[in-house]
């Protein structure tokens, strides 16, 4: 792939998401358009950041019983996202369904351990086991379920990739050596990411918030 990068266009506005992503584009691989922006524009806003030309990633980040999934799914599929998301611990039948119901080119990955979470916060929600063991399940889950790959953070792609050499791999949780970490817990430079296996790299804030979006992604782009 020539350029890994998707950068998050985190914005409920649509001229500032269509700006800055026209400002990216030539530095970036794709888009990556998720909650914030899908519930303020639904589908007709997601076919407007179509339209710049890119590849859209639709993180919604799915999880419900596997009919309300699989539906969901549905709905959103003439929009043909590249990828989309839908969350592991939603279980066996709802990945199956997710993927089912997913359009040929759009490749279903499931979120294992969001990167804002830690060891600590694991615990709190009642998970026996070190982030590394929680991941490795959910990846093996995902992989039986015949999804094509899954999210985690670059401290786990390694050893998930190992087990799933053929999987897609999307690591949020990418901080330049001097970037803001904000909330994200699990953070690995872009480099890092890539040579641990990586597929793809989400990118937001380090870009989007930088003075010079474009210039921040191709210094970032320049380091893979
Ligand atoms: O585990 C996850 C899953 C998804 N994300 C999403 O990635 C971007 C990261 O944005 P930054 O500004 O680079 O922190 C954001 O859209 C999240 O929803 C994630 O961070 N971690």
């Known amino acids: ?9 985190d914005t409920p506005d649509l001229a500032r998401a269509q700006a800055l992503a026209q400002k990216v584009r030539h530095h970036v691989g794709g888009l990556k358009l998720g909650l914030e922006f899908f519930c ?24 419900d019983i596997p009919n309300t999934v699989a539906k969901a799914v549905q709905s959103l599929s003439p929009l043909a996202p590249a990828i989309l998301t839908v969350h592991a611990s939603g279980g066996r039948a709802m ?3 997710a993927k089912a119901a997913a359009p040929t080119g759009t490749k279903v ?14 615990s709190d929600t009642g998970v026996v086991g070190t982030p590394a063991d929680h991941v490795r399940r959910l990846a093996d889950l995902a992989a039986e379920a015949g999804i094509d790959g899954i999210v985690c953070s670059g401290e786990e ?3 998930v990739r190992k087990a799933w050499p053929k999987g897609f791999f999307v690591v ?20 890092a990411a890539v ?3 990586a597929s793809i790299l989400v990118i937001g804030r380090p870009i989007t918030q930088a003075e010079d979006p474009d210039a921040a992604a191709r210094a970032i782009a320049a380091t893979l």
């Open 40 to 63: 303020a524009h639904g589908a007709g806003g997601v076919r407007e950041m179509a339209q710049i030309g890119l590849p859209v990633f639709l993180d919604l980040k799915l999880h």
């Open 109 to 122: 990955v499931a979120v294992t351990m969001l990167t804002s979470l830690d060891a600590s916060d694991l």
């Open 95 to 97: 990945l199956e369904d």
């Open 157 to 159: 792609v390694a050893a």
């Open 195 to 197: 040579d641990a296996g």
């Open 172 to 191: 949020p949780g990418v901080r330049p050596a001097d970037g803001v970490i904000g909330d994200q817990k699990r953070v690995v430079t872009p480099r």
């Open 1 to 9: 792939m020539s350029n890994r990068i998707y950068v998050a266009i």
